[in-house]
């Protein structure tokens, strides 16, 4: 013992005489936790006349120090599953080359996530680069049991608020939406703020996915995170119905003024944005108003790469059996990542997207509809008032809804759809700036 602090003190010495001012500088701005506030020098650490003193002090100083990096590593290592592999004994830790991007699933009460899970499992091409984080809330017991089942094949996060949300009488009714916000804001946090990652795609329980799916967003994130016009990536075409989209683009891709949901991505920059003035319920059209989107796109594909099976939940199947459950799921693996998206940047999209739409020959509402058109298409058909888009996207099949004067699936007011083996544009007239709140 006496050799060992014999030696401490010899070295300590020749690194006090050498580098005392260094020292100094170093503990006036790590003064112990509980005796001094931020920025005050500790009186019990200046250096005085007793050389060997004042070392020995430095060495337990630095040992403390020690200490509490020891419990900060404890702390991350704690969280290690939910952003790397397990190391077994004897091999390699390989830090990822490229970002991880985890996948959040959002839970409840259904034990059919089972599907959801299975097929992100199975089509997931690495653990390490995408883990799966499923978080729970309600406290079902079954569900938890399903998720649990899985192991460390995904983290089990358990949304620990589960009381009841007090809403003024008339919305007593859409407490599950309530809900919904809440446990939101809690899981986009635990993945942002608690694991600190810079990127999730949130998946809801009821989703299945498609085999290009981390594919497709891998080759999107360094598109959403270099052009500030987009704020998300979604996987799901509002009006992707089997009969709707062109089967032989499955790798076709749009930017749309309308906020998809159902599998997509989000940037940690737009959450830090969000969270403060998060909404108590009803997040998803909340996300689609003009204070919230700013002008702001969002990717989209020609075909989904996401299927809902969810006809039961808060909104009772609204919109299931006419159009949800009938979206046609991509089933062709598409490299994105080998592809040039340099099309999709906001200038370049936009003036080839109007030149495409206006140049395309206007049609009647009557020649669409009876198939009359002459010709491989594309075609323009125009709408020049909410009720002339509402009734002619009602009679074609597609989603006549507009939230905050924004068709689903529009661009600059324009809704692209296949309709009878033909590219069909329903537009409104060239000129067009900006979109209607009233038409809602």
Request: glycine share 6%; aromatic share 12%.
């Amino acid at each position: 013992m006496f050799r060992k602090r014999s030696s401490l003190i010899l070295c300590g010495t020749f690194l006090f005489v050498t580098w005392n001012a260094v020292l100094v500088l170093l503990l006036w701005g790590r003064a112990p936790p509980g005796q001094l506030g931020d920025g005050q020098m500790d009186l019990a650490l200046l250096p005085t006349r007793d050389v060997v003193e004042d070392v020995i002090r430095m060495a337990e100083s630095f040992e403390s120090e020690l200490e509490k990096q020891k419990k900060i590593l404890s702390q991350i290592l704690s969280h290690q599953s939910m952003w790397k592999p397990s190391n077994r004994k004897g091999s390699k830790v390989n830090v990822p080359s490229q970002p991880v991007i985890p996948i959040l699933v959002i839970a409840c009460n259904r034990v059919t996530v089972r599907r959801c899970l299975d097929k992100l499992l199975q089509h997931r091409p690495s653990a390490e680069l995408y883990p799966i984080i499923v978080s729970q809330d309600c406290g079902h017991a079954n569900t938890g049991e399903v998720i649990s089942s899985y192991g460390n094949k995904v983290t089990h996060l358990k949304q620990p608020d589960l009381s009841d949300i007090p809403v003024r009488a008339e919305h007593k009714k859409f407490q599950g939406y309530y809900k919904i916000s809440r446990h939101y804001r809690w899981a986009l946090n635990q993945v942002f703020r608690n694991v600190s990652h810079t990127s999730v795609v949130i998946v809801e329980d009821d989703l299945e996915v498609a085999p290009d799916f981390f594919e497709y967003f891998r080759a999107l994130l360094p598109v959403l995170k270099s052009d500030h016009s987009l704020w998300c990536v979604s996987a799901w075409n509002d009006n992707g119905r089997d009969g709707y989209v062109d089967p032989g683009k499955p790798d076709l891709l749009y930017r749309t003024d309308f906020f998809p949901g159902l599998g997509w991505m989000l940037l940690r920059e737009a959450w830090e944005e969000l969270e403060p003035k998060w909404p108590a319920s009803f997040w998803d059209d909340w996300m689609r108003q003009p204070e919230q989107r700013r002008e702001r796109a969002c990717i989209r594909p020609e075909i989904s790469r996401t299927l809902t099976f969810g006809q039961k939940g808060v909104s009772l199947g609204q919109f299931y059996d006419k159009y949800l459950k009938y979206i046609k799921l991509n089933s062709e693996f598409v490299p994105f990542t080998k592809l040039d998206l340099s099309y999709l940047r906001e200038r370049t999209y936009r003036k080839n997207f109007e030149k495409e739409v206006y140049s395309a020959p206007l049609v009647t509402y009557d020649e669409v509809k009876q198939g009359q058109l002459k010709g491989s298409g594309p075609f323009r058909l125009q709408y020049s008032s909410k009720d002339s888009f509402k009734v002619m996207a009602k009679s074609l099949g597609i989603m006549d809804d507009l939230k905050s004067g924004v068709p689903r699936t529009g661009f600059r007011g324009v809704v692209s759809f296949f309709y009878r083996g033909r590219r069909i544009y329903l537009a409104p007239p060239p000129g067009w700036t900006q979109y209607d709140p009233t038409w809602s």
